[in-house]
């Protein structure tokens, strides 16, 4: 009984997180992270994440046992984590709002693709 008070205690501090909007992320923040991860100590970090990333994806798979899905869905979240990071480097390609892509980046825009046609 008691742990059931106190998961819902803690889901209800974590309904009170204000969520904010993203701040606005520009071509020098892009420019300065690319920079710090060709860096020896972004260099470091960037073999560290990735390491971590095979880890948790062999953990995920191998090791689970009864609870396969919630290490499959840390293992997809961790590696979701780093390609964020890898995303935020890389530098925007669409550069008028209207713009859609030539070559489909991901499902919905092959989706998308598909009702055009």
Known sequence: ?????RAAYNFMRLCGVAWRTLPEWRQ???????????GQTGERLRETLLAMTVQQSL????????????????????????A?????????????????????TDDLAWLNSRDEL
């Open 1 to 5: 009984m008691l742990r059931k008070l």
């Open 28 to 38: 020098t923040d892009a420019a300065e992270l690319n920079r710090f991860f060709q």
């Open 59 to 82: 953990d995920g798979t191998s090791r689970a046992g009864n609870d396969l899905e919630y290490r499959a869905g840390y293992a997809a979240g961790f590696r979701g984590a780093v």
């Open 84 to 104: 964020t990071l890898d995303a935020l480097m890389a530098k925007s390609v669409i550069t008028d709002s209207d713009h859609r892509p030539d070559v489909p």
